[in-house]
């Protein structure tokens, strides 16, 4: 079950990280538009460790798990050692872990 999940993480890093998608022909009209340009910019923005740090303390302390097992609380708890480090580094990479 690892290996496949690991083989799923690999093929989702390939398809978002790739610079050479390949848009199928005639697909161009078909497909709305529903984001702005202003929109996807804000959407690629990156965060600060204050946007992120209000995020964090708004979520519930026990409400889920993190894609590596620690709960909300912990980050809540050592949020002066970690701040936004482990977010710093390639997000995708730190969903699969």
Same mark, same amino acid.
């Given at each position: 079950?690892?290996?496949?999940?690991?083989?799923?993480?690999?093929?989702?890093? +390939?398809?978002?990280? $790739?610079?050479?998608?390949?848009?199928?022909?005639?697909? #161009?009209?078909?497909?709305?538009?529903?984001? $702005? +340009? #202003?929109?996807?910019?804000?959407?690629?923005?990156?965060? +600060? +460790?204050?946007?992120?740090?209000?995020?964090?303390?708004?979520?519930?302390?026990?409400?889920?798990?993190?894609?590596?097992?620690?709960?909300?609380?912990?980050?809540?708890?050592?949020?002066?050692?970690?701040?936004?480090?482990?977010?710093?580094?390639?997000?995708?990479?730190?969903?699969?872990?």
């Amino acid at each position: 079950m690892k290996e496949i999940g690991e083989c799923f993480n690999r093929y989702l890093q +390939d398809v978002f990280t $790739s610079s050479n998608l390949v848009f199928p022909k005639g697909l #161009e009209g078909h497909i709305p538009n529903f984001i $702005s +340009d #202003e929109d996807n910019a804000n959407l690629c923005l990156i965060l +600060d +460790d204050k946007e992120i740090k209000e995020v964090l303390f708004r979520m519930g302390s026990f409400k889920a798990l993190a894609p590596n097992g620690m709960s909300v609380i912990f980050y809540k708890h050592y949020w002066h050692i970690i701040k936004a480090e482990e977010h710093r580094r390639d997000p995708i990479a730190n969903y699969s872990r």
